[in-house]
Structures are given as C-alpha cells and as structure tokens.
C-alpha cells in the first residue's frame, strides 16, 4: 500500500514530537520544536497537519491501531468466542500503545476538556468499529450500531485503569468485567441503551 505524503511527513513530525510530549503535552510548542528538529518546513507542516496537533493526535492512535490489527492477524482466534475477540483486540491495542503510555494519557487529559469532547467520541468510535470488525462482526443494522457504542462507553474507563499500569490479571479482569457490563447493558433494551448511543452520536456529530 502506498503511503500518502502527508502520512510519512506525519510519521516523521510524530518521532520527534512523541518524546517532547511526555514533559510538555501535546501542545503547539511541542509540534513546533519537533518540526524544526525534524527539519519539516511550514508548507509541510500545512500537508501533514492541517488542524495542527489534533491531526498528529489522530495519527497516533491510528499507528497504534495498525499495529493492533497486525498483531491479530498472527494470533489465533478461532477457538475464542466473540466477546474473547473483542477483549484480544482491546489487550492488543493497548499493547501498541504501551511504548507510549504517557502520550496517551496525556491525550486522555485533553479529551476531557469539553471543546475536544467530539474528537475524542470519534477517535473511541473508531477503534470500536475496528475492534468489532476485527472481531468478526459483520453487522450493518442497528446491532452494529449498538455494539460500537457499548464499546465505545466502556473503552475510556479501561485506558484510563491501563494507565496506572496494573498487572496484566488485574487489567484483563477489568476488560471482562466492563465487557461483560456492556453486554448486560445490551440486553435490557433500547430504554437504557439508546440514551447513551444518542449522546455519542451526538459528540460525534451525528445527531
């Protein structure tokens, strides 16, 4: 697959960023002193991130989850059952973001703020979809729908538990723990579901 320019220029502004983003966060002075060392000029800059920083964010988690998705391409899944899946595609995310762990949780700490919140809401729903795809799920009615916003409501709290590095029992029985809630949230119907899908698709502005 062909690379898009601003994709590498992004890959490239992102190896330098990611190491200032532990002590600065992700900020315009952070992205600014990684293009000048990553020798980007202000036209590239304008390629790779048009919206600045939100974009180099959005690149972030998307490596990450190409390395999820080429992590289960390996492993065998096939005896698991769906929610197994799912629960492999969390561990193997979380995986690919371990190396940057403070990136994330500093990303965590703007998508808190409320004028992020949509972004953030699209960023979850992305990685949901992509999990329950990964997973096997081939649904395209109200299901799908459903599955990628239950998924999408407990994935926050389980990075936010990730990040304070818990041993790796604890973290998978938190993951089955907030799986298993969702499934139970599921099935008691669109009464107490559907307020929550309408409150992400409204962040994701959709709604």
Do not use: C
Request: net charge neutral; hydrophobic share 45%.
């Amino acid at each position: 697959m062909t690379v898009r320019p601003s994709v590498k220029l992004q890959d490239k502004w992102l190896d330098r960023l990611l190491p200032l983003v532990e002590d600065e966060g992700w900020t315009d002075h952070a992205a600014t002193l990684s293009a000048r060392e990553a020798g980007i000029s202000s036209e590239e800059k304008a390629l790779a991130a048009p919206n600045g920083v939100r974009d180099l964010i959005e690149r972030f988690f998307d490596r990450a989850e190409d390395v999820m998705l080429e992590r289960l391409a390996t492993a065998d899944l096939s005896a698991l059952r769906t929610h197994e899946r799912v629960a492999e595609g969390i561990k193997a995310w979380l995986a690919a973001l371990e190396p940057n762990r403070v990136a994330v949780k500093r990303a965590s700490m703007r998508g808190f703020l409320p004028w992020y919140a949509p972004d953030a809401a699209k960023r979850t729903w992305k990685i949901a979809d992509t999990i329950w795809t990964a997973a096997g799920d081939t649904a395209t009615d109200y299901n799908r729908e459903t599955k990628r916003g239950l998924l999408s409501a407990v994935l926050p709290p389980i990075v936010l538990y990730w990040l304070d590095e818990p041993a790796e029992e604890e973290l998978d029985a938190f993951i089955e723990k907030r799986l298993q809630g969702a499934m139970k949230l599921g099935q008691t119907g669109s009464k107490f579901a559907k307020p929550a899908l309408e409150l992400i698709d409204r962040l994701r502005g959709r709604g």
